[in-house]
């Protein structure tokens, strides 16, 4: 299925590496990716909602020294591992410009970018690169903070979140709403 930008997401999902493959390959955070991964707990009523919406293909892009995505998608493929109605899989930004600029967050190449896929791989929307909530925090705290004091900040976000809106926030494009 070819999207409006011209992109075959059939085949960019077939050329996607898998979830473990990726993180498995990770030179930075590899840790943190793990680390979230094993801590990450469900919720019944995510797991619920996700199986109910039938079988997805999500594919994220992204880089593996992506903080926001280091602490984002292991809970997206906890959430896959546990349904077991939908597979997530990796494209690399920086090694396809094409995907990634079909899918630009104001002009720039935000990630992580989880892209939607129904079993015709149609997409049925795309999500990223923050949940609303930590997008609005970041846009309004950013200016006047030195990096690490940010990233120190955003993370002690991700871990009082615990992955809860972006599952939320995802799960309604999953559920096609």
């Known amino acids: 299925m070819t999207d409006p930008d011209g992109l075959d997401l059939r085949s960019v999902w077939q050329g996607a590496i898998p979830y473990a493959s990726f993180v498995a390959e990770a030179d930075s955070l590899q840790k943190l990716w793990e680390g979230v991964f094993r801590t990450a707990k469900i919720s019944d009523w995510a797991v619920d909602r996700a199986r109910a919406a039938g079988k997805r293909h999500l594919i994220c892009i992204t880089e593996d020294w992506c903080w926001d995505a280091a602490n984002t998608m292991p809970v997206v493929a906890k959430l896959c591992e546990t349904t077991g109605s939908m597979e997530l899989r990796i494209v690399r930004r920086d090694e396809n410009p094409e995907v990634m600029d079909s899918y630009l967050t104001n002009g720039t190449r935000s ?15 795309h999500w990223g690169p923050r949940s609303r909530e930590l997008q609005a925090w970041a846009k309004a705290n950013r200016p006047g903070m030195e990096k690490s004091e940010f990233y120190t900040a955003l993370r002690k976000l991700y871990v009082k979140d615990r992955g809860e809106s972006v599952l939320r926030e995802l799960l309604e494009i999953i559920e096609g709403q």
């Open 111 to 125: 990630i992580p970018i989880v892209i939607v896929l129904d079993r015709n791989s149609r997409e049925l929307g």
